[in-house]
């Protein structure tokens, strides 16, 4: 069976100690500096340079982390819509200097969302209609240069309703993205569908999944085999589309032992 290899996501100061790791196989990698507001906001282009410096001979895929906080793409109000649309395409800027094909972005649906749609029965509708809105622009500037937005899940606990975005939007710049800890957060706490059921719902859709593990209590991004998550089946799960998915791993901390993760993950048949 030829297992998937897997990328990671890391920040400058975690690249030079996994570098002999990532470039042996030609890792995929997201760089994640970006995605802080006093980050984006700033002059990025040194940080942009020391990356393309030091990733110079790496053949693999590249992505980066979009810019997410306080950015709501389904933001009803229309004079804030091009902050967020600033943002995300000084994210594409930055991706097309790094030659990055994806950048991930925040879905912006919640469990609110669900237990009051009779409430407010436009809400789906309207959220749909202001989402398009704020990422056309930014859509056709992403397909210029070759990049896919990937549309992650955050607080979401339908696994079907941003996928449903992607289809209705259906343009060849938007994928959808799965965090399964993220998911399994969202299973523990909000009685969701496990992370599966996710995987199953994004079907040929997805594009980039995040791979951490959690307790479905927090958002822990531990290394997968730390929690809960049944990585057999997940794996399994992703193995069954025909869609093949950039897969990131996306730790928090101990970086350093990403390596042993995945000898751990080789040793049970899932991955390399």
Not at 102 to 108: E, G, K, L, R
Request: hydrophobic residues 45%; contains cysteine; glycine residues 8%.
């Amino acid at each position: 069976m030829d297992l998937p290899y897997l990328g990671t996501a890391l920040t400058f100061d975690t690249l030079e100690g996994l570098r002999n790791w990532i470039f042996d196989v030609d890792r995929a990698v997201e760089i994640q500096d970006f995605a802080l507001p006093e980050v984006i906001a700033g002059d990025v282009w040194p940080l942009v340079e020391r990356y393309r410096k030091a990733l110079d001979g790496h053949k693999g895929k590249r992505g980066i982390h979009g810019p997410f906080f306080g950015l709501d793409i389904s933001n009803p109000d229309r004079d804030i819509r091009p902050i967020v649309q600033k943002r995300f395409l000084k994210g594409l800027e930055i991706a097309e200097r790094l030659g990055a094909t994806h950048m991930v972005v925040h879905s912006p649906f919640t469990y609110w969302h669900v237990l009051n749609a009779a409430n407010y029965p436009k809400i789906r509708s309207d959220m749909f209609a202001a989402s398009a809105e704020c990422l056309a622009p930014v859509l056709d500037r992403a397909k210029e240069i070759g990049c896919v937005l990937m549309l992650e899940n955050i607080d979401d606990t339908d696994p079907a309703t941003r996928v449903d975005l992607v289809a209705e939007i259906d343009h060849p710049a938007l994928k959808v993205s799965i965090d399964t800890g993220h998911a399994e957060l969202a299973y523990g706490r909000y009685n969701a569908p496990p992370v599966v059921d996710f995987i199953a719902a994004a079907g040929n859709l997805l594009g980039h999944v995040h791979l951490q593990d959690a307790d479905g209590y927090a958002d822990r991004h531990w290394h997968p085999g730390e929690g809960n998550i049944p990585w057999a089946p997940v794996f399994a799960a992703l193995g069954r589309l025909d869609a093949k998915p950039r897969l990131i791993l996306e730790v928090r901390d101990r970086h350093h032992l990403l390596p042993q993760t995945v000898k751990r993950l080789e040793a049970l048949g899932l991955a390399r």
